[in-house]
């Protein structure tokens, strides 16, 4: 018989470190554990090989299981066993994973259970399953995102919260690069004019895939300062007129790359609609 798994996946406007906490701290697990029918919550230290017991309120175990696969803020994975039913035998793959992929401060979350085809009438437990998760993870994504609203605002979040404007320039950058290349395709070289537009293309491509690659590792860079711990700033000199004068001038070129970007835009999809 197939393997039987149920696959979900859900955007949330939230770091990874908040998504996993949404995941993994018992009092966060108590507001979505009632999609699974439980009134209580999700216990373990979270470490290689460590139990995992889902409880109800009065302490009872209904389901058990052990870390099997950990990545902090990355991937999870753990057994479920009800213990109210016979235990199946069970494969590497199998039980709950999380997947965790952040983006310019952004989250995809990716949830893997089973194998279900060990159980009998095994797809109509994956298929219940799937409308569960449907449930739960809504509910994930609004505790994660509240916690990330409730972060207290440091300078290092800041720099974080700011590298999606580094990943999405750079994706760009990507995007322009691949464009050209295809238009380089459609040269015919024993044209003197298409190879001096060819080697003119050429050597862009290269420029702006160097250019994105720059941009996703100052990305990946800022996000990673997320955690910078408090340092002490010296008020007089961040309340300098040159202070808000610098911001100001940030403000301004956001403005102005948000109005380029509008307006050649508007110019690119009507081409495309005229494609």
């Given at each position: 018989m197939p393997k039987l798994f149920v696959e979900k996946s859900i955007e949330?406007?939230?770091?990874?470190?908040h998504v996993w906490n949404a995941l993994t701290q018992a009092e966060q697990t108590r507001q979505w554990i009632g999609g699974f029918g439980l009134d209580g919550e999700m216990v373990s230290d979270w470490q290689l090989n460590s139990a995992v017991l889902w409880k109800n309120n009065d302490g009872t175990?209904?389901?058990?299981?052990r870390v099997t696969a950990l990545e902090p803020e990355r991937l999870l994975r753990f057994t479920v066993f009800d213990v109210r039913s016979e235990k199946p035998p069970v494969?590497?793959?199998d039980g709950i994973t999380y997947q965790l992929s952040e983006n310019g401060g952004r989250t995809t979350l990716h949830i893997r259970q089973g194998d279900f085809s060990a159980m009998p009438d095994g797809e109509k437990f994956r298929d219940r399953s799937a409308q569960i998760w449907d449930r739960v993870l809504v509910k994930v994504k609004e505790i994660a995102e509240i916690l990330e609203m409730q972060a207290e605002p440091t300078c290092g979040k800041g720099v974080a919260l700011n590298s999606g404007m580094s990943q999405k320039v750079g994706n760009v950058m990507a995007a322009m690069a691949d464009m050209l290349a295809a238009h380089m395709t459609a040269l015919d070289l024993s044209d003197p004019a298409a190879k001096v537009e060819y080697d003119a293309y050429d050597s862009l491509v290269k420029k702006y895939r160097g250019i994105a690659a720059q941009l996703a590792a100052t990305a990946a860079e800022m996000n990673g300062y997320y955690s910078l711990p408090i340092a002490q700033h010296d008020m007089d000199v961040m309340s300098q007129p040159q202070m808000r004068d610098t911001f100001e001038k940030l403000v301004k070129e956001k403005q102005a790359l948000l109005d380029l970007l509008q307006k050649t835009t508007a110019e690119d999809q009507h081409m495309?609609?005229?494609w």
């Open positions: 949330i406007n939230a770091h990874a470190h175990i209904i389901v058990e299981g494969t590497p793959e495309l609609d005229e």
